[in-house]
């Protein structure tokens, strides 16, 4: 049994614990089990993923996430920008990650913003057959797959149930989906809750899901630059991006993000 020192962090309300492999700290074991027990409400800290930073020899440091059941995940929009506010750089910062290079930087007391990378795979208004019941969606990936769903009454949804469904139909094997519930408040604030791959169930937040939602609510539109405020159960978060030449270019994610507290447990 080893000493692990640890940091607790929250990104509009998605919650994380980092550890800080970039000297001194070596972790014996599967990362993947280690997730497992950190990341337990009950019997661990408690926390939707994981975050190990690793020097790198392409960027300012190497971001790895690991969801809370273990599965690594190629990249996580809310984890980065924790990342950001943990290495203390008042300059931008680049991280390496699965799904490639990001860069951040902190904006304010508590605010962090990332830029991602530009989404891939968009296809819309696509009709799948959900627990007996037809329903239209959009997919894009925005770092990880997400499948986005337009419904009003969002408040009334019952997310694991559908979401779940989604998460594992066959449209999406082998690796799933994500699945984030929009509704459009205005023509610059959404509302989206969302279910997540690797938590199996939903999160107060989402940052690739905040970024893919608003996207796909505003792909159609005229406009050459868009700014979004997505609102979610754990705060808003701040989408831009450009429309150029049929593309979507100069994606940025901004919110909330905090150290919550610091510690040592026992694996």
Do not use: W
């Not at 020899?57 to 809370?68: E, G, L, P, T, Y």
């Not at 991280?95 to 990332?114: C, F, H, L, N, Q």
């Not at 990880?144 to 469904?165: A, E, M, N, Q």
């Not at 970024?211 to 997505?230: D, F, H, Q, T, Y």
């Amino acid at each position: 049994m080893g000493k692990l020192n640890f940091t607790k962090m929250v990104g509009a309300g998605n919650d994380f614990i980092v550890l800080d492999c970039r000297s001194s700290l070596v972790i014996h074991g599967s990362l993947s089990k280690i997730a497992q027990l950190l990341c337990d409400r009950k019997t661990g800290i408690g926390a939707d993923g994981m975050l190990v930073l690793e020097k790198s020899k392409i960027a300012d440091f190497r971001m790895s996430v690991f969801n809370a059941d273990g599965s690594v995940a190629e990249m996580c929009g809310n984890g980065l920008r924790c990342a950001v506010l943990f290495a203390g750089v008042k300059s931008k910062v680049r991280v390496e990650t699965k799904a490639g290079i990001y860069e951040g930087e902190v904006t304010g007391k508590d605010k962090v913003r990332v830029k991602m990378q530009e989404p891939k795979d968009l296809k819309l208004d696509f009709p799948i057959n959900v627990n007996g019941r037809k329903i239209k969606i959009n997919f894009i990936n925005t770092g990880v797959p997400h499948t986005v769903v337009f419904v009003d009454g969002l408040d009334k949804i019952d997310i694991d149930r559908i979401g779940s469904s989604m998460r594992y139909h066959d449209e999406f094997k082998p690796k799933g989906t994500n699945v984030d519930f929009v509704e459009i408040m205005d023509d610059n604030n959404i509302k989206m809750r969302t279910y997540e791959r690797g938590v199996e169930g939903e999160t107060l937040a989402c940052g690739t899901g905040a970024v893919a939602s608003a996207i796909i609510s505003k792909v159609k539109s005229e406009g050459l630059r868009v700014k979004i405020n997505v609102h979610t159960l754990g705060g808003i978060l701040k989408v831009e991006f450009q429309k150029i030449d049929n593309k979507i270019k100069n994606v940025y994610l901004e919110g909330e993000t905090k150290m919550v507290f610091q510690g040592g447990i026992y694996v």
